[in-house]
């Protein structure tokens, strides 16, 4: 099993910044795929980054491309979500994921085996 806890979400005004992590338990965190996710209400979650387990290949969504920077620190097993720049339209509940096939970054929702709870980050005109 694996256990993923999201935080460092919350309200921030337009063109701010907040530094999203999620913390993994339970199996050995360096060698799997992980990604963050979110989903606004009323819409379908959408990716917005992906990592793969070394940290040198990651993916962002071309909405998020230039503003959100992904990252992992696998001593702490740890991934964390950088987001500058933020518009109202980042609002939305962010999860991470965890995907245990394979070596590259993943990019579809069923590609991962374990969620996170979520976070929060409300965006503020």
């Known amino acids: 099993q694996v256990q993923l806890v999201e935080s460092g979400g919350g309200l921030v005004q337009a063109g701010g910044s907040l530094t999203l992590s999620c913390a993994a338990s339970?199996?050995?965190?360096?060698?799997?795929?992980m990604g963050w996710f979110r989903q606004a209400p009323g819409k379908k979650r959408e990716i917005v980054a992906a990592i793969n387990w070394s940290g040198f290949s990651t993916y962002y969504a071309d909405s998020v491309k230039g503003r959100f920077a992904i990252s992992r620190d696998n001593d702490k097993n740890t991934v964390y979500l950088q987001m500058n720049s933020l518009k109202p339209e980042d609002t939305a509940l962010y999860y991470c994921?965890?995907?245990?096939?394979?070596?590259?970054?993943?990019?579809?929702?069923?590609?991962?085996?374990?969620w996170g709870q979520g976070t929060q980050v409300t965006v503020s005109s």
């Open positions: 339970g199996r050995t965190f360096r060698r799997y795929a």
């Open positions: 994921a965890l995907g245990l096939s394979g070596s590259a970054y993943l990019t579809q929702m069923d590609e991962y085996d374990y």
